[in-house]
T-cell receptor, first 115, second 112 residues
Framework: DAGVIQSPRHEVTEMGQEVTLRCKPI?????LFWYRQTMMRGLELLIY????????DSGMPEDRFSAKMPNASFSTLKIQPSEPRDSAVYFC?????????????FGQGTRLTVV | DAKTTQPNSMESNEEEPVHLPCNHS???????IHWYRQLPSQGPEYVIH???SNVNNRMASLAIAEDRKSSTLILHRATLRDAAVYYC?????????????FGKGTHLIIQP
């Protein structure tokens, strides 16, 4: 298995533009997590899906952020409009059950720079 | 609030054992303890997890205190590749997003 695949690996965009980050979880995993990492705030959990349904989005910073999981093999995180303070590395992770007795697998991340 | 406490950084020598401590004094009876690590410029990587008993795998050992209020990740023979940030996570039994919340972690430095 190729693991969790994120695209693009790097994204540079201008303030005000729409940005879409993509994630393909490991086949058979039914839990998916989106994280944001910055030097100041560390790793922050943004949203968690289970069986394609958003379970907890309390970590989504504001309405400019939205996430979808239309099927078990694909998820998107969209920022519209983007702002310089959104610059960060965004990670996607998946796990077989999302429960306590399993491990989560992380992608390589998307480094977003908003100028 | 990750509800675990770890030292900000630790230093060790190559080929020596490393003991990384973690306090989780408010843990409940069914919460699992997970450890992940993050190498430079990579995503977090699973290391080990456990509930009550000590656990061993090819990467490390996890020693859990009898009262479960603390645990120690043991790297038996550190290499330069083990230099990373190590996160101890208390995985809540209620499930949901709180289950996989990262704190600041311990920055492990390995000296050659």
């Amino acid at each position: 298995d190729a693991g969790v695949i994120q695209s693009p690996r790097h994204e540079v965009t201008e303030m005000g533009q729409e940005v879409t980050l993509r994630c393909k979880p490991i086949s058979g995993h039914n839990s998916l997590f989106w994280y944001r990492q910055t030097m100041m705030r560390g790793l922050e959990l943004l949203i968690y899906f289970n069986n394609n349904v958003p379970i907890d989005d309390s970590g989504m910073p504001e309405d400019r952020f939205s996430a979808k999981m239309p099927n078990a093999s694909f998820s998107t995180l969209k920022i519209q409009p983007s702002e310089p303070r959104d610059s960060a590395v965004y990670f996607c992770a998946s796990s077989p059950q999302g429960g306590m007795n399993t491990e989560a697998f992380f992608g390589q991340g998307t480094r977003l720079t908003v100028v | 609030d990750a509800k675990t406490t770890q030292p900000n950084s630790m230093e060790s020598n190559e080929e020596e054992p490393v003991h990384l401590p973690c306090n989780h004094s408010t843990i409940s009876g069914t919460d699992y303890i997970h450890w992940y690590r993050q190498l430079p410029s990579q995503g977090p990587e699973y290391v080990i997890h456990g509930l009550t008993s000590n656990v061993n795998n090819r990467m490390a050992s996890l020693a859990i205190a009898e009262d479960r209020k603390s645990s120690t990740l043991i790297l038996h023979r550190a290499t330069l590749r083990d230099a990373a940030v190590y996160y101890c996570i208390r995985f809540y039994s209620g499930g949901g997003a709180d289950g996989l919340t990262f704190g600041k972690g311990t920055h492990l430095i390995i000296q050659p």
